[in-house]
């Protein structure tokens, strides 16, 4: 675990343009492992099937992604990984350290959302997601405002370089 550094990221705060824009970012979308979804054209479109009611919990989840995590660590430097508190809890559990960058409000993440093709169910979902995911006081934190993305942050902490 020394050389992976695992960052627990908030939805819309840029996870999916860095994992794309770094070879060694592996951007882990938690919907690939958490989700069956019924319908198979919206399941192929990534940021469309978020929020989509038509769909089943995997029995597998959380079990299946905590695996992917953990074959992962070492193949990458970082790995942006779902904020959902019980994710978290178990990396605690299973002592695998991770940082997570959380935004300063929901709001402007809500917006995002929506600018980027979400529909309005997962949008306004996330002022509940951001209440129910907050940071406990023992959690290490980075904090993302309005102005910044996933990249700033991590470049203004020292975790990746430009």
């Not at 695998?96 to 309005?120: C, H, Q």
């Amino acid at each position: 675990m020394k050389n992976t550094k695992i960052i627990s990221c908030f939805s819309c705060t840029g996870k999916t343009y860095l994992g794309n824009k770094y070879d060694k970012v592996l951007d882990l979308e938690a919907s690939h492992f958490k989700w069956i979804y019924n319908d198979e054209e919206i399941a192929k479109d990534i940021e469309k099937r978020k929020g989509v009611l038509d769909r089943q919990l995997n029995p597998l989840y959380p079990d299946n992604y905590i695996k992917a995590i953990k074959e992962n660590i070492n193949k990458y430097d970082i790995i942006l990984i779902t904020p959902e508190k019980k994710i978290r809890d178990i990396l605690l559990k299973h002592k695998i350290e991770y940082v997570l960058v959380y935004p300063t409000d929901y709001t402007f993440v809500s917006k995002r959302a929506i600018l980027r093709g979400n529909n309005s169910y997962f949008a306004n979902g996330l002022k509940d997601s951001f209440k129910t995911w907050y940071p406990d006081k023992n959690e290490k934190v980075l904090w993302e405002s309005e102005d910044e993305y996933l990249e700033d942050v991590l470049i203004k902490n020292g975790i990746i370089n430009q």
